[in-house]
C-alpha cells in the first residue's frame, strides 16, 4: 500500500503535467544559477532603516535633493539617500480611533486592512508631495509640504485609492495630473482614472467592461510629445493583469498579462465616451517559451528603463503562473516598439458569444484610440471631444488589439522554477568596454536580492543576497546612481544596498570571472571601475568572464600536508567561492577521473574523497577551480600514505557491505528506528528511467481512470488543495539556495559529491536533493577547514547491526556512501535524460524534507582518521 504522500505528488505531477505545467526541462541556459551566494550573516555594507512603523512598502527617491521617501503603515518618511539611517522625518498619519472602529464594525482584519497604509507617495509640485493612504478602509489623500515634511491638507481619497491595502495599484503624478488604477472598492470595476484636473476620466464599466478584474502591478510615463514633429501626446501606460478575454481557453489560461495606455491630453468624448476615456487600447504581453507552447500568465512586477527616445525604451516583467504556491518565475524583456507595433495594428471584436477574434471590417477614421497629433489638428480635430461619433463608438467596442506583444528575442531572458520573484528594477551601466548592459536587481518572496547583468540577450546573474534573517518578500526595489546605491522596501524595514561589492572578489580571476561591470582588477584588487579615472590598466571581461588574467602572477596557493595510514578514508578539502565552478584535481600532475564507481575517489564540490587510501595514492593533489575554461589552482596537498600498522580494524569497516558496482536502480528508504527485516521501510522510486517511466503509465492509466468515473472536478479540487497546502511548506531552510547548486549538472554516469557544513557559506541543509542531486547531511560533524590536524578520534560507534543504515537513512545507495572524517555529508547524483524527471525529484525532496523533521541528530562519530 503506498501512502498519501507518496501517491499523491505522482498523481499531482502527472496531473499538472497534463495541464502543460512543467512537462519539459527549462532550457539550460533559461534556469541561470547566481555566481555566488553570500548568507545573511556575509552581507556587508548594508544599512538598515527600521522606524516604529511597519510595510515600507511605497518608496520614492528624489535625487536632486538626495531624499528617499517612504510610505508605511501609518506613517511617511524621508530619509538621506546617502545614509539612510541618518536624519531621518517622519510623518504620523495613522487612522484616528473611530475610524478604525468603523473599519472593525465592517468585520475587517483589524491586523491589516484597519490600518493607513501609505500607497501613494508622488511629487506633486515643487513644494508639495501628495499621498493617499487606504486609512482604515476609507482612503484619504494628502498634500504634503516637503520642505517642511509636514500634511498641509488632505483631499478626498475614494476612487483615488484601494480601500484594501493588498489589491492591486498603480497611481502616477503627471505634471499636476492624478492617474491611478486598481479595483478601489470590492465591488467596483477595476478603473483606470485620471483624477484631476477636470474632467475626471475613466475607463468603460459595464456593460463593454474595458478591464477583466484587472489586477495592477505598474504604470509609467513615456513622454513623446518632445520632439516630435508629429505633435504628438504623452502616454501614459498601465500594466496589469486580467482576465482573459478568450473564454475558450482552458481555464489554467484563464489570466493574462496586459499593457494599456491613454494619452495624458485625452478629454473624453462629448456626448460619446463622456468623461471616458478616448485613447484606451490594450494589448497582450506575451512571455512565453514558443518551444514548448507554454507561457506565463501573471504579471507581477514591472520596470520601465527608459531610453533615448520612446521608441528603445524597454520593459522588464517578471512573469509567474496563476498557482501561486508554485515557485516559477520568468522574466520578459519587451521593446516600447513592439508595444506601439500592437497598438498601431487591427483590432479584436467580440462576438455573440463574446469569443474574441480579429476584426476585418471598416476601421472610421481617425484611427481610433489615436492621440491627437498635428495631423488631426489640421483636420480641425483640436481635442478627443472633436472626434467623431463613429470613432468612439469603435473605441468603446474595440478597446483590444489583435497583436500580442511578443518578447525581446522570442523568450524569456530567464526562467527559475524554485525562485518566486516579486521585484525588478534596471540599471544601465557602462563597462569597461565602453558597452553599455543592463543591469537587473531582482527580489524574491523570500527576501534574497539577485543582481545580474545582461549581455547579449542571455543573462547572467552575478551573485545573490539574503537581505533579511527572516525571510519576508522584497515590496520595492529603487537604485540610484548618484548614491551607488539600491533601496529595498519590506515589511519590517529599509535597506540600502551598495550597486556592487568588488571588495569581495579576492583574485583577477575571481574579479573578471564575476563578470560584474561595476568592477575591474587593478593589479593589486577587485575595485569599483567608478573609483578609478585611469582606466586602462584595468581588467574586466563582461562578455565572456575569461580574459585578463593570465599574466597575473598566481596568489601564494596554499600548501598544506596530510600524512594517514593505508585504508583510511580521507577527505582533501577544496572549497570553490563559485556555484558556477567544477572542481578539478590533480595527482602529481595527473587529472584525477573521480566518476567511476570503482575508482576509489570522488571528486566534491568542496574537496577530494580518497576511500580507503593506498600507499601508491601518494603524492601531490592540487585543487583546481574550473570555470569559463579558466583552470585556476585553489589549494595543494602534499598526502603521504603510509603502510598499514596493523591495529584492530576498526569494527564498522568490517560490517561494510562489499564494494560492488550498484545497481542501476537506486532507492532511498527512511528511517527506521530499529532496524527491522520483517517491516520493511517504505521505498521512494529513484531515477531510473525505464522504472520510472512505468510506474508514470500505470498512474497515467490510474488517473484517467479516476478522470472518466469521478469526473475531473474532484481531481481538480484535490489537487489543488493538495498544491496549496504541500508546496507553502515547502520554503524556509530548505529552499536556502538549493538553487545555487543547481548549475553542477554534469552530463553522464552516476556522480558523487561531497558538501561541507560551511557549503560556500550557505546555510546547513539537513537534508536537500535538487534536481537530481541528493545530498545527505547528518547534524553532527567538524570541519576540516584550515587545519591539518583533526580533533581527537570519538569513540568508535556501536557496531550497527544494519550496515545500510546511515545517518536515518538507510540505503540500497553505492557503499561509498559512509561518513568520513567527522566530515559529513554525502551527494548523490544520478543524471537521467528524461524531462519528467526533474519535477519528479521536487516531490522527492519534499516528502525527504517532512522526514529530516523526525529525524534525531546523529552523533555517530568517524570510523576513519588521519
Ligand atoms: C551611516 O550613518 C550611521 C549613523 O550615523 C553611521 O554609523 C554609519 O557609519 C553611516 N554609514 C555610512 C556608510 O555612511
Ligand atoms: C484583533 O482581534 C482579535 C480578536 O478579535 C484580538 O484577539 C486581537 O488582540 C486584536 N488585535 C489587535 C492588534 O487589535
Ligand atoms: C503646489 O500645490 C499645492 C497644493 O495644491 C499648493 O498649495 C502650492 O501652492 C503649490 N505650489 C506651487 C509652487 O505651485
Ligand atoms: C481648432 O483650433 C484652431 C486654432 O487654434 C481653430 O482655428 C479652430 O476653430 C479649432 N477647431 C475647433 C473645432 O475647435
Ligand atoms: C505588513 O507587515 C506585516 C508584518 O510586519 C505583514 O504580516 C503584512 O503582510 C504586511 N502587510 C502588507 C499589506 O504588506
Ligand atoms: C594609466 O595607467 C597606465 C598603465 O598603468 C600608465 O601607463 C599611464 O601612464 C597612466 N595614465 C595616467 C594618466 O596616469
Ligand atoms: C601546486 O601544485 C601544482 C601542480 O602540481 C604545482 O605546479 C605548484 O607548483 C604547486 N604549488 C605549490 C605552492 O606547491
Not at 511617511?76 to 472593525?104: F, G, R, S, V
Not at 531610453?307 to 498557482?323: C, D, K, M, P, R
Request: charged share 20%.
Amino acid at each position: 500500500m503506498i501512502t498519501c504522500t507518496t501517491q499523491l505528488p505522482a498523481v499531482l505531477f502527472l496531473f499538472l503535467s497534463t495541464v502543460k505545467a512543467f512537462p519539459f526541462s527549462v532550457p539550460l541556459d533559461l534556469d541561470v544559477t547566481p555566481r555566488s551566494t553570500t548568507v545573511f550573516n556575509d552581507l556587508s555594507g548594508c544599512l538598515r532603516f527600521r522606524g516604529s512603523a511597519v510595510n515600507y512598502s511605497t518608496l520614492l527617491l528624489e535625487e536632486g535633493t538626495g531624499l528617499l521617501y517612504v510610505g508605511a503603515r501609518g506613517a511617511a518618511y524621508a530619509l538621506q539617500a546617502a545614509n539612510i539611517t541618518t536624519h531621518t522625518q517622519m510623518i504620523d498619519w495613522e487612522a484616528p480611533a473611530d475610524q478604525k472602529q468603523q473599519c472593525l464594525n465592517k468585520g475587517k482584519d483589524n491586523k491589516t486592512e484597519c490600518f493607513n497604509h501609505i500607497r501613494l507617495l508622488q511629487r506633486f509640485n515643487s513644494s508639495h508631495l501628495f499621498l493617499c493612504g487606504t486609512h482604515a478602509f476609507s482612503p484619504l489623500c494628502a498634500y504634503v509640504d516637503s520642505r517642511q515634511f509636514k500634511i498641509s491638507s488632505f483631499v478626498e481619497g475614494r476612487d483615488k485609492c484601494p480601500y484594501d491595502p493588498a489589491k492591486g495599484y498603480t497611481g502616477l503624478v503627471i505634471d499636476e495630473q492624478l492617474y491611478t488604477a486598481s479595483q478601489y472598492e470590492f465591488r467596483s470595476f477595476p478603473d483606470i482614472r485620471r483624477n484631476f484636473p477636470n474632467p475626471a476620466l475613466k475607463t468603460e464599466g459595464a456593460p463593454t467592461l474595458w478591464l477583466q478584474e484587472a489586477d495592477f502591478v505598474g504604470s509609467a510615463v513615456i513622454r513623446e510629445s518632445l520632439s516630435r514633429f508629429e505633435g504628438d501626446d504623452d502616454k501614459i501606460y498601465f500594466f496589469f493583469t486580467e482576465r482573459s478575454t478568450d473564454q475558450s481557453t482552458d481555464r489554467h489560461h484563464a489570466r493574462e498579462a496586459r499593457v494599456a495606455r491613454v494619452c495624458k491630453g485625452d478629454r473624453g468624448g462629448l456626448l460619446t465616451l463622456q468623461k471616458k476615456w478616448t485613447s484606451f487600447l490594450k494589448a497582450r504581453l506575451l512571455c512565453s517559451l514558443p518551444q514548448f507552447d507554454f507561457y506565463f500568465n501573471t504579471l507581477r512586477s514591472i520596470f520601465v528603463l527608459q531610453g533615448s527616445n520612446a521608441q528603445n525604451t524597454v520593459l522588464y516583467g517578471i512573469f509567474g503562473l496563476e498557482w501561486k504556491s508554485l515557485k516559477v518565475s520568468a522574466v520578459c524583456q519587451f521593446s516600447m516598439k513592439d508595444v506601439n507595433w500592437a497598438f498601431e495594428g487591427p483590432y479584436m471584436e467580440s462576438d455573440a458569444n463574446s469569443k474574441w477574434t480579429q476584426y476585418t471590417g471598416r476601421v472610421p477614421e481617425p484611427r481610433p484610440g489615436s492621440c491627437i497629433t498635428n495631423e488631426l489638428r489640421a483636420r480641425n480635430i483640436n481635442s478627443s471631444t472633436d472626434l467623431p461619433d463613429d470613432v468612439l463608438h469603435f473605441v468603446r467596442r474595440h478597446p483590444f488589439m489583435y497583436r500580442q506583444v511578443p518578447p525581446l528575442g522570442q523568450r524569456p531572458l530567464l526562467f527559475k522554477k524554485s525562485v518566486y520573484y516579486t521585484q525588478v528594477a534596471v540599471l544601465r551601466v557602462q563597462a569597461l568596454d565602453g558597452e553599455t548592459h543592463p543591469v537587473l536587481f531582482l527580489g524574491t518572496d523570500d527576501g534574497w536580492l539577485q543582481r545580474a547583468v545582461e549581455v547579449k540577450g542571455r543573462l547572467h546573474i552575478i551573485e545573490e543576497l539574503q537581505l533579511f534573517k527572516k525571510p519576508q518578500p522584497v515590496d520595492s526595489i529603487v537604485i540610484s546612481e548618484t548614491q551607488m546605491s539600491v533601496y529595498v522596501g519590506s515589511a519590517t524595514e529599509v535597506l540600502q544596498l551598495p550597486l556592487s561589492n568588488c571588495h569581495k572578489y579576492m583574485s583577477c580571476f575571481d574579479c573578471v570571472l564575476a563578470r560584474d561591470p561595476f568592477c575591474a582588477w587593478d593589479g593589486e584588487s577587485c575595485v569599483e571601475i567608478t573609483s578609478h579615472t585611469n582606466r586602462s590598466s584595468l581588467t574586466q571581461d563582461i562578455v565572456n568572464g575569461n580574459h585578463g588574467c593570465e599574466m597575473t602572477r598566481p596568489d601564494d596557493l596554499v600548501q598544506r600536508s596530510r600524512s594517514v595510514v593505508a585504508g583510511d578514508d580521507v577527505l582533501l578539502q577544496c572549497e570553490l567561492n563559485s556555484n558556477l565552478a567544477v572542481p578539478l584535481w590533480t595527482l602529481d600532475g595527473v587529472e584525477l577521473q573521480g566518476y567511476g564507481l570503482d575508482s576509489g575517489i570522488r571528486i566534491g564540490t568542496d574537496g577530494l574523497l580518497l576511500i580507503q587510501a593506498s600507499p601508491d595514492q601518494s603524492g601531490q593533489y592540487c585543487c583546481f577551480s574550473v570555470e569559463s575554461g579558466l583552470r585556476v589552482p585553489v589549494i595543494n596537498y602534499s598526502l603521504t600514505v603510509r603502510p598499514d600498522i596493523p591495529p584492530p580494524p576498526p569494527p564498522i569497516k568490517t560490517t561494510l557491505p562489499p564494494r560492488t558496482a550498484p545497481t542501476p536502480r537506486t532507492s532511498l528508504h527512511l528511517r527506521n528506528d530499529t532496524p527491522d527485516p520483517t517491516n520493511p521501510p517504505i521505498p521512494l522510486p529513484l531515477p531510473p528511467k525505464s522504472e520510472f517511466l512505468s510506474d508514470r503509465n500505470m498512474v497515467t492509466l490510474y488517473l484517467s481512470l479516476v478522470t472518466i468515473l469521478g469526473g475531473l472536478c474532484m481531481v481538480l479540487t484535490v489537487v489543488l488543495l493538495y498544491v496549496s497546502f504541500c508546496l507553502n511548506g515547502r520554503q524556509g531552510t530548505y529552499s536556502v539556495r538549493a538553487a545555487a547548486r543547481k548549475q553542477r549538472k554534469k552530463k553522464g554516469q552516476m556522480e558523487l559529491k561531497t558538501i561541507s557544513r560551511h557549503c560556500n557559506g550557505k546555510k546547513p541543509d539537513a537534508m536537500d536533493a535538487e534536481d537530481g542531486l541528493l545530498q545527505i547531511i547528518p547534524g553532527a560533524g567538524q570541519t576540516l577547514q584550515n587545519s591539518d590536524h583533526l580533533p581527537p578520534a570519538p569513540p568508535l560507534p556501536p557496531p550497527t547491526s544494519n550496515p545500510e543504515s546511515y545517518n536515518g537513512l538507510s540505503a540500497t545507495l553505492p557503499s561509498v556512501l559512509r561518513k568520513m572524517n567527522g566530515n559529513s555529508y554525502v551527494l548523490l547524483r544520478q543524471d537521467s535524460t528524461s524531462p519528467l524527471y526533474y519535477s519528479f525529484t521536487e516531490e522527492l525532496n519534499r516528502i525527504l524534507e517532512k522526514r529530516k523533521q523526525t529525524q534525531l541528530p546523529l552523533t555517530t562519530p568517524d570510523e576513519s582518521s588521519v
